[in-house]
């Protein structure tokens, strides 16, 4: 591991893989919670467009990537939010736009397929100097927000109406995550790749939640499980001269694999050792009214209210049911 | 005059271009427990969402507390238990966590959390009778136990008015009896109650007024023990030969079973 510390791309693709398996899986994990797992792909291949735009323009490509990923994650947002088209089919159509849109533009700026592979799947040696500062400016700006705003970002992604109700800004929020899952694609695109950068959002947090109970320990072992699996993707493609993306999600699979084994494990365990779920408090449903000398009928003054195949009647506070020679408390 | 906690008036609210509520007016005395009753598709749960502001008026105004709702500024007043089959989401979170969201109006931008916050959430756990619950995933608590989790949210973050849409749904006989026994605290201690129900059952005896929707229209607005025609009006003595009018008495299908 020390001895790859000494050639310049590696350090900058190990920091790069660093601030992408922590980004990815602080977003992804608010993205999971919305049950938008799939948001990150789209997002990806909407990238794809941006990505195409630099290259027929001359500027940057990560730069563009980021503009365009964020305005396609904008309008995703919106279109679940305020239109009527369901959230995936937004995403479905952003999704098919992008990479035809993506494809074609490469084609005009006369690139190979080659370029694009290098964008899809990663690739280590191509993170430039330049690219660096970009990702880590970035990577600190998802970082910060994903972990400074965690109370609002947990309540809205937990229940977007009782936040709307208690005052959150939920739109806001909303347009917010979306952004940052945008922001956060174009960070691992060195690294993951396009394709395959929404496996580092989502399977991280797959795996934290085989054997976590909290979202706080979910969020906080998700990222270490990104980091984990990023580091040890890029270090192993160095090795075996595997594309870094694809090498890096296998290796989060596998974990996954483990975790849910591991999961099992743990939760025959509890369930052997405390077979039943501690219920409700169990309530008597026979408790006598105590004593009762007004007879309760049609006419008595006191609110009858029917009471599956009889009649309840409210008497100060309680309702009473008639049951043989006494009253029931129903 | 009475004050109002919540006063709707003249609401018309439309759905994917559908009338759903039709000039309603529905108010709420401060301290007042009313029960919005209906049959499914009636329009309580449109009602209720449109009155804490989820959802835009074709016509009318919603006042809460005196104070547009679009424009109410102290949020924490109201506390909105929605309608859910689960409390859960998409990643494990913790009783204590999900009871901890009622707080969000106390909480300042990238803030922890206080001792009162915290003291607001073991106080609204003892509430609904969870307390030993706070450190489990709310996805291995019983349907009714989640329900309670909502409620302890809604408790936590201190609100005079309690909007609560069908808490009672498909949660067991235990559930409803530890709901009834809060809300009568509450009630007692002066919070309005606004609690859309399709069936009461020992919520009953706490309800002060009635409202029965149909078709997006109120048909019947009143005290249940002023109901003019009697005791058997109220009971299930005859066929169902339509809905609840303040003559008829309320007998809406199971609403009071």
């Given at each position: 591991m020390v001895e790859l510390l000494v050639y310049d791309f590696m350090r900058r693709a190990l920091l790069a893989a660093l601030l992408t398996g922590l980004a990815a899986p602080a977003i992804g994990t608010y993205l999971v919670q919305r049950r938008l797992a799939l948001l990150g792909d789209g997002i990806g291949h909407i990238a794809l467009t941006g990505v195409a735009l630099g290259?027929?323009?001359?500027?940057?490509?990560?730069?563009?990537?980021?503009?365009?990923?964020?305005?396609?994650?904008?309008?995703?947002?919106?279109?679940?939010?305020?239109?009527?088209?369901?959230?995936?089919?937004?995403?479905?159509?952003l999704f098919y736009g992008g990479i035809a849109g993506g494809v074609v533009i490469t084609g005009l700026a006369g690139e190979s397929a080659a370029t694009l592979n290098s964008y899809l799947f990663g690739a280590i040696t191509t993170v430039s100097d330049s690219d660096l500062r970009i990702v880590v400016a970035l990577a600190v700006?998802?970082?910060?927000?994903?972990?400074?705003?965690?109370?609002?970002?947990?309540?809205?992604?937990?229940?977007?109406?009782?936040?709307?109700?208690?005052?959150?800004?939920?739109?806001?929020?909303?347009?917010?995550?979306?952004v940052l899952a945008a922001v956060t694609v174009t960070v691992s695109m060195r690294t993951v790749g396009l394709l395959l950068v929404s496996a580092l959002m989502v399977v991280p947090v797959a795996t934290a939640q085989q054997v976590t109970r909290s979202f706080r320990s979910t969020f906080a072992l998700a990222m270490a499980i990104g980091v984990g699996a990023s580091v040890s993707g890029v270090v192993t493609s160095f090795h075996v001269d595997t594309a870094p993306g694809p090498t890096i999600v296998l290796i989060a699979l596998a974990g996954f694999v483990v975790a849910a084994a591991l999961g099992a494990f743990v939760s025959r365990h509890r369930h052997r050792s405390e077979p039943f779920e501690p219920d409700e408090t169990p309530v008597d449903t026979h408790d006598l009214s105590e004593s009762h000398p007004h007879e309760h009928g049609p006419g008595c003054g006191h609110v009858a209210v029917s009471h599956g195949d009889h009649i309840d009647y409210v008497h100060g506070g309680h309702r009473h049911a008639a049951h043989g020679s006494h009253y029931d408390e129903h | 005059m009475t004050a109002?906690?919540?006063?709707?008036?003249?609401?018309?609210?439309?759905?994917?271009?559908?009338?759903?509520?039709?000039?309603?007016?529905?108010?709420?005395?401060?301290?007042?427990?009313?029960?919005?009753?209906?049959?499914?598709?009636?329009?309580?749960?449109?009602?209720?969402?449109?009155?804490?502001?989820?959802?835009?008026?074709?016509?009318?105004?919603?006042?809460?507390?005196?104070?547009?709702?679009?424009?109410?500024?102290?949020?924490?007043?109201?506390?909105?238990?929605?309608?859910?089959?689960?409390?859960?989401?998409?990643?494990?979170?913790?009783?204590?966590?999900?009871?901890?969201?009622?707080?969000?109006?106390?909480r300042r931008l990238a803030g922890w959390s206080t001792r009162s916050d915290r003291d607001a959430v073991a106080v609204a756990l003892r509430q609904v009778d969870l307390t030993e619950r706070v450190g489990d995933s709310v996805a291995r608590l019983s349907g009714g136990q989640q329900q309670r989790v909502l409620i302890a949210r809604a408790l936590a973050g201190?609100?005079?008015?309690?909007?609560?849409?069908?808490?009672?749904?498909?949660?067991?006989?235990?559930?409803?009896?530890?709901?009834?026994?809060?809300?009568?605290?509450?009630?007692?201690?002066?919070?309005?109650?606004?609690?859309?129900?399709?069936?009461?059952?020992?919520?009953?005896?706490?309800?002060?007024?009635?409202?029965?929707?149909?078709g997006g229209r109120v048909q019947f607005d009143g005290p249940v023990p002023e109901v003019p025609s009697g005791p058997a009006s109220l009971a299930h003595d005859h066929p169902h030969s339509g809905q609840p009018t303040r003559a008829g008495g309320l007998h809406g299908e199971g609403m009071w079973r």
């Open positions: 290259l027929l323009t001359g500027r940057a490509p990560l730069l563009t990537a980021v503009i365009v990923a964020a305005l396609g994650a904008a309008i995703i947002e919106l279109l679940r939010a305020y239109g009527r088209t369901s959230g995936d089919v937004a995403l479905a159509l700006v998802v970082l910060t927000l994903a972990v400074g705003l965690a109370p609002q970002l947990f309540a809205v992604c937990q229940d977007e109406e009782h936040a709307e109700v208690s005052g959150v800004p939920v739109r806001a929020y909303g347009l917010l995550i979306a | 109002l906690a919540l006063d709707a008036a003249n609401v018309s609210v439309t759905l994917a271009g559908r009338p759903v509520i039709r000039r309603v007016d529905l108010s709420v005395a401060v301290g007042e427990f009313v029960t919005l009753l209906g049959t499914n598709g009636s329009g309580k749960s449109t009602l209720v969402r449109a009155c804490v502001g989820l959802l835009p008026l074709v016509s009318g105004t919603v006042t809460v507390f005196g104070t547009p709702v679009g424009a109410l500024r102290d949020r924490r007043r109201i506390g909105y238990v929605p309608q859910r089959a689960t409390a859960s989401s998409g990643v494990p979170a913790t009783v204590g966590e999900v009871v901890m969201t009622g707080r969000l109006a106390y201190g609100a005079d008015l309690l909007v609560l849409d069908e808490p009672t749904a498909g949660v067991d006989a235990g559930t409803q009896a530890v709901l009834a026994r809060v809300l009568e605290e509450l009630v007692a201690h002066g919070v309005t109650v606004l609690l859309v129900a399709h069936e009461l059952g020992p919520l009953a005896p706490l309800v002060d007024r009635a409202v029965v929707l149909r």
